[in-house]
């Protein structure tokens, strides 16, 4: 079993609609999560970290987290061309490294 | 400007020929970490390093060697490459006691190994 497994898509929405990424997790005792944004051949950058159950929100990136699931979710609201990457779920594990998945290929459709 | 710096960005080279990717940062991190992009595989770590001569194996380390000598260089050595070695590289790094930081990543270096 994957230590973080994420849809590989790719997911492809219409401009302006709701993008919704998934990830589980394996590790029980893992206490911070993130999503990064990746461009084809450049390197990831952080666009969500949560650590806490619930939502949290910035902009159009909502976070959500459920830790008796082992379940983490990303968002994206009003989605852009722009936005159009792949998204890796990533986790901390044992507080000495990031885990991460695969990643999910978003394409957003003018 | 904080940065993580990788060098080279493109890479070709030959099956057994020694090469070393340098990657150096500026933030004063004691975390520092290597990583491999493949296809539908994500971003698996090779090595990574809480401190200078402090080095542990991440999930696939196998081919590869690195070093700690100073706190802000990590270089990844791969002494005869092979094309299974062929990958996305990426270095990061983050403060050791900052497990819910994000990590900053380099640029990245495109290996072919033919």
């Known amino acids: 079993q994957k230590e973080v497994e994420q849809n590989s898509g790719p997911l492809s929405v219409p401009e302006g609609a709701i993008a919704s990424l998934n990830c589980t997790y394996s590790d029980r005792g893992s206490q911070s999560f993130f999503w990064y944004r990746q461009y084809s051949g450049k390197s990831p950058e952080l666009i969500m970290s949560i650590y806490s159950n619930g939502d949290k929100e910035d902009g159009r990136f909502t976070a959500q987290l459920n830790k008796a699931s082992q379940y983490v979710s990303l968002l994206i609201r009003d989605s852009q061309p722009s936005d159009s990457a792949t998204y890796l779920c990533a986790v901390n594990h044992n507080n000495n490294d990031m885990r991460f998945g695969a990643g999910t290929r978003l394409t957003v459709k003018p | ?114």
């Open chain 2, 1 to 114: 400007e904080a940065q993580v710096t990788q060098n080279p960005r493109y890479l070709i080279t030959v099956t057994g020929k020694k090469l070393t990717v340098t990657c150096s940062q500026n933030m004063n991190h004691e975390y520092m970490s290597w990583y491999r992009q493949d296809p539908g595989l994500g971003l698996r770590q090779i090595y990574y390093s809480m401190n200078v001569e402090v080095t542990d194996k991440g999930d696939v380390p196998e081919g590869y060697k690195v070093s700690r000598k100073e706190k802000r260089n990590f270089p990844l050595i791969l002494e005869s490459p092979s094309p299974n070695q062929t990958s996305l590289y990426f270095c990061a790094s983050r403060g050791r006691d900052r497990p819910n930081e994000k990590l900053f990543f380099g640029s990245g270096t495109q290996l072919s190994v033919l």
